[in-house]
């Protein structure tokens, strides 16, 4: 992280969510280990030199769906990481954001093409995760936990 500068954009962690299978809501597991260009330990997104080893939503975005009268919790969207203070989906490519005390991610994607609509879309006509839901590769590894800060550097030029 030589070439990074930390930014003043500070939030937290708020769940830290996992499932064994791929396309299915996670469970808040509280805290979990980042492993280095892999995932979190334990959930079937994992995957070696994919971009998008960890998934990122705002409580804020997950408020939205609430606001519309949905029952909805960290996790239901699929994510693994639910943070708050930051808006994600307007943070650049390449953007990096450190986890905890240790772990560094790096922003690969802002949201994605739903090939088959989730349970969240076919209940409200919408889902957040394809335009608010980030993915990230993770650089620097380590364990994190819910109430771990989340901080935001801008890359060097």
């Given at each position: 992280?030589?070439?990074?500068?930390?930014?003043?954009?500070?939030?937290?962690?708020?769940?830290?969510?996992?499932?064994?299978?791929?396309?299915?809501?996670?469970?808040?597991?509280?805290?979990?280990?980042?492993?280095?260009?892999?995932?979190?330990?334990?959930?079937?997104?994992?995957?070696?030199?994919?971009?998008r080893q960890l998934?990122?939503?705002?409580?804020?975005?997950?408020?939205?769906?609430?606001?519309?009268?949905?029952?909805?919790?960290?996790?239901?969207f699929a994510e693994?990481?639910?943070?708050?203070?930051?808006?994600?989906?307007?943070?650049?490519?390449?953007?990096?954001?450190?986890?905890?005390?240790?772990?560094?991610?790096?922003?690969?994607?802002?949201?994605?093409?739903?090939?088959?609509?989730?349970?969240?879309?076919?209940?409200?006509?919408?889902?957040?995760?394809?335009?608010?839901?980030?993915?990230?590769?993770?650089?620097?590894?380590?364990?994190?936990?819910?109430?771990?800060?989340?901080?935001?550097?801008?890359?060097?030029?």
């Amino acid at each position: 992280m030589s070439k990074a500068s930390s930014s003043d954009i500070k939030g937290k962690i708020i769940a830290i969510c996992t499932s064994s299978v791929k396309g299915t809501k996670k469970k808040d597991i509280f805290q979990g280990i980042l492993m280095e260009n892999y995932g979190l330990l334990g959930d079937g997104h994992a995957e070696n030199q994919s971009h998008r080893q960890l998934s990122l939503l705002a409580l804020e975005s997950i408020q939205k769906m609430r606001d519309l009268g949905l029952e909805v919790n960290p996790g239901d969207f699929a994510e693994n990481v639910t943070t708050e203070g930051v808006e994600l989906a307007k943070l650049p490519i390449g953007t990096r954001i450190a986890l905890g005390n240790n772990s560094i991610v790096e922003v690969t994607q802002i949201g994605k093409e739903c090939h088959t609509q989730c349970e969240i879309g076919k209940q409200t006509g919408q889902c957040i995760m394809p335009t608010e839901g980030i993915f990230c590769r993770v650089l620097e590894g380590g364990k994190i936990k819910a109430g771990d800060s989340l901080k935001v550097f801008k890359l060097a030029i």
